[in-house]
């Protein structure tokens, strides 16, 4: 029988970016069909969509019609896309008019530590702090919900709340975010599968089994 094949994936994303809870979830439903085949690390990374955010946030449509140079109505149109695509994956996006974006670094703290602690719960994590975000629209730059998410994955309250409360991290996020950007990414989602291997974007689930099989296939030939 042969032995399944090692992937290292390190998956580039912001909470604050719902192609990046699509492509998450896109992502491991893939490597559920590939269960036996493959033999896969998921690693988060950090990217900031926007690291200049203050604590309080801004509202997200002035944001992003400002951003992209849009419209309401093409707003709205990219956010029925987006909530179409999510929707079949277990993705509930329910940003619309009174949302607001939010400052994400400290959520980024918090998931290197947990990376650190467990992987699992730390995807656990990631995916909490997604339905925050996109479903409940919750403030995840507030340390109060973040310690109340990290909680719920079962991650140690109180040392996640010191954590939050020093500086801790900071640098080591600051350093994964710059060696990602100088990589060459730009955009999120990314993963890239053994150091080597470059998907982008929140592609559907085929995509990802399509391209991971291929990979695998490759790393179980050299």
């Known amino acids: 029988m042969t032995a399944p094949a090692p992937l290292r994936i390190d998956f580039v994303s912001d909470v604050a970016c719902p192609w990046c809870a699509i492509g998450l979830a ?4 893939a490597l559920r069909k590939l269960d036996g085949n493959v033999q896969a690390e998921i690693h988060l990374q950090p990217f900031e969509l926007n690291p200049q955010l203050a604590f309080e946030g801004e509202d997200a449509n002035q944001h992003l019609m400002h951003k992209y140079g849009i419209g309401e109505m093409q707003l709205e149109t990219n956010r029925k896309a987006i909530r179409e695509r999510a ?8 940003t619309g ?7 994400t670094f400290d959520a980024h703290r918090l998931l290197h530590w947990a990376e650190l602690q467990d992987r699992e719960r ?3 994590l990631k995916q909490a702090l997604f339905r925050a975000y996109f479903t409940d629209g919750e403030n995840v730059a507030d340390r109060d919900v973040l310690v109340r998410i990290a ?12 954590m939050l409360d020093s500086n801790e991290y900071a640098d080591e996020v600051r350093a994964q975010e710059r060696h990602w950007q100088q990589a060459g990414i730009h955009s999120v989602p990314a993963a890239i599968v053994n150091r080597q291997y470059l998907i982008s974007g929140g592609q559907p689930p085929e995509v990802f089994e399509q391209a991971l099989r291929e990979i695998a296939s490759k790393t179980s030939a050299a």
């Open 151 to 162: 909680d719920s994955v079962g991650l140690a309250v109180e040392t996640a709340r010191r």
């Open 26 to 29: 896109s992502l491991q439903q």
């Open 122 to 124: 730390a995807l656990a």
């Open 87 to 94: 929707a079949p994956l277990g993705v509930a996006i329910n």
């Open 97 to 103: 008019s009174g949302s607001r974006v939010w400052n």
